[in-house]
């Protein structure tokens, strides 16, 4: 019987670090682990084979024990508003979606960093179909690599599946590849990641990286924002606003709030006046969302008019609010909507 070939280990996903060590392991010249990054990211080479400027007794030695490893999406559905969700398969036999959002002079990509969340917030179909797994960096970043557009991408947003910093060490990892110069060179200014508000990871976040923050605020009130992120329990919203404000998080750096309007929960003035109250002395904006309604969730959308009031309420109060263009509602994209399930579409 043949002997079962030997899985190969994948190169993308590495830092330059890891491909160091790659490199010594197999005896390959200290200068050959930038030259396999610069393949795997910059010319996005699809095989070892390409790597025309390592010797080809170095490629073979790769080849034997490793491969790029990138994974192509199995489907993926259009919007009517041009947005792309795309589906990803996993080891898991599960499914991780990307969302690609195109606007004027804007190609938004959102990732995921979780095969669906553990953080059961109430308002969100990922949450409900509870945590299957962590995405590697190499998984993170393989959503970027494979998709269409993948070389018109301008801004990439961490807002997908999962909790970014409940899976810190790969989130972190996948931002240092896609911001280095050997790596994706992409900028850190046009990468934002959002959490729920897990404090070290924040902590972790700000101290190693220069890219943009986005929190989930949803309401000023402690006990609302625990009805509808049970998980911030453990994370007080107080402490969490200190942390933030004793931060010096240099001029080019963006703290942002997401705000979902639910009506008659979130939305009043008594919120308005309270979320300025809370945030007065942060350098911050607040995107005000819309809530996309989740079947078996009782929780309804703010109308139009509340919405435009609470922002030109906050507006007023000196803090730079904006309502956030919903898109791809109807191939259940938008925010809160993306699901582990496999979907009907092209393949
Ligand atoms: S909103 Fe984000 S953190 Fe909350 S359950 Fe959904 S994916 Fe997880």
Not at 142 to 164: A, D, F, H, K, W
Request: hydrophobic fraction near 35%; aromatic fraction near 8%; charged fraction near 25%.
């Amino acid at each position: 019987m043949d002997k079962p070939e030997a899985v190969k280990k994948s190169l993308f996903g590495k830092t330059l670090t890891e491909l160091k060590s790659v490199a010594g392991n197999l005896e390959m010249p200290g200068y050959s682990a930038l030259q396999i990054a610069e393949w795997i990211y910059g010319k996005r080479a699809a095989s070892v084979g390409e790597m025309t400027n390592l010797s080809k007794a170095f490629r073979e030695k790769l080849s034997q024990q490793y491969e790029t490893g990138v994974t192509p999406f199995s489907k993926f559905v259009c919007s009517a508003d041009g947005t792309k969700k795309y589906l990803f398969p996993t080891k898991s036999g599960k499914y991780i979606e990307a969302v690609f959002i195109p606007e004027k002079n804007r190609y938004t990509l959102c990732l995921s960093t979780q095969v669906g969340c553990k953080m059961g917030c109430l308002f969100c179909a990922t949450g409900r179909q509870g945590f299957q797994g962590n995405l590697t960096a190499g998984e993170i970043l393989n959503q970027l690599r494979m998709i269409e557009e993948s070389s018109n991408i301008t801004n990439i947003v961490y807002m997908g599946m999962g909790e970014p910093f409940d899976n810190t060490p790969e989130v972190m990892k996948s931002l240092e590849i896609l911001t280095s110069p050997w790596g994706f060179g992409f900028g850190a200014r046009r990468i934002t990641v959002s959490t729920i508000g897990i404090t070290s990871g924040i902590q972790t976040f700000l101290d190693q990286s220069n890219c943009h923050l986005a929190v989930s605020l949803h309401s000023p009130v402690e006990e609302e924002r625990r009805e509808l992120m049970p998980v911030t329990k453990a994370y007080p919203l107080g402490t969490m606003i200190e942390m933030l404000k004793s931060f010096e998080t240099g001029r080019q750096r963006r703290i942002s709030f997401e705000y979902i309007m639910f009506g008659g929960l979130n939305d009043t003035p008594f919120h308005a006046r309270e979320l300025a109250r809370l945030l007065n002395g942060l350098r911050c904006r607040i995107n005000l969302i819309r809530f996309h309604p989740v079947p078996g969730v009782e929780l309804l959308p703010a109308d139009e008019r509340t919405m435009v009031n609470f922002r030109d309420r906050l507006s007023r109060k000196g803090i730079t609010t904006t309502i956030r263009q919903s898109r791809g509602e109807d191939i259940l994209a938008a925010c809160g909507m993306l699901s582990t399930k496999e979907l009907p579409g092209k393949g």
